[in-house]
């Protein structure tokens, strides 16, 4: 590896540059073993994959990457996965460790039938990822041109993929409607868009409705909020927070 490669090194700088296109990320959290050549020389390493997409991966790793430069990768998933790629961003965690963009540059067809079974595998355990969480979540629900006054619904369900919700107010079914999520009452409230997919009368005088929301395009910031969200709701933690009010709803009464 020569001089001017050294000072690319991802070692001594903090790159945080986007992603040109919006990739559907599928959630991965598991480490794999790779091989790796880069300059002429192999190395074996080991990756941690935070997510991968049809475009590549998001990675941690203490490898002394080089940005931009053109890599050939084997990683031992179930079965070997070979493609070339290179490093187009990352961010410095400290203490050696990087967090990446692993970009695809070509991948065989054989491989690529690799690469689609490894995504079809991790989407499938997301699917599978519905928390039950039965707590009353505020938010608001945009009608017409503005988001109204706040509702309190109960959240029968939440996942990556959507909720079920009980709401006194029938919602536009077939259509694609806007909801501003109060999860956290120390964080901005999480924008989404869902389809309306099903709702249902409920009670003895059908007082309520049961609505089945599927997200719309949700962006890698809100995944990334759900996913935690969803996690600490799994470990309990949530529980203790949403049991007393959450939000007042000052923060934004202007939107």
């Known amino acids: 590896m020569d001089s001017s490669s050294e000072q690319e090194s991802f070692a001594p700088v903090n790159y945080d540059e986007r992603r040109a296109h919006q990739r559907k990320d599928v959630r991965v959290n598991k480490v794999f073993s790779a091989d790796i050549i880069m300059g002429g020389e192999e190395h074996k390493c080991r990756l941690y994959v935070a997510d991968v997409s049809e475009g590549g991966f998001k990675i941690t790793s203490d490898y002394p990457f080089v940005k931009n430069v053109p890599l ?75 988001f109204p006054e706040p509702f309190y619904v109960l959240t029968i369900e939440i996942s990556l993929m959507g909720m079920k919700i009980s709401h006194d107010t029938r919602l536009p079914e077939g259509e694609i409607v806007e909801f501003k999520l109060y999860l956290d009452p120390h964080t901005k409230p999480l924008e989404v868009k869902a389809h309306v997919v099903s709702q249902k009368e409920e009670g003895m005088l059908g007082e309520n409705y049961i609505i089945n929301l599927e997200f719309i395009d949700l962006s890698y910031e809100a995944r990334e909020y759900l996913t935690s969200f969803i996690d600490n709701a799994m470990s309990g933690i949530i529980e203790k927070k949403i049991s ?3 939000v007042m709803f000052d923060e934004d009464s202007s939107t």
């Not at 490093?87 to 695809?104: C, K, T, V």
Request: hydrophobic share 40%.
């Open 72 to 146: 050939l990768v084997t990683m031992h998933l179930k079965v070997p996965f070979t493609f070339t790629a290179e490093i187009p961003w990352g961010r410095d965690l400290g203490a050696g460790m990087h967090a990446l963009g692993l970009r695809f540059l070509s991948i065989e067809p054989d491989q690529k039938k690799v690469l689609d079974d490894f995504i079809a595998y991790y989407t499938s355990k997301e699917k599978a990822k519905v928390y039950r969480l039965n707590k009353i979540i505020p938010m608001r629900i945009k009608t017409g041109e503005s």
């Open 244 to 246: 007393r009010p959450v």
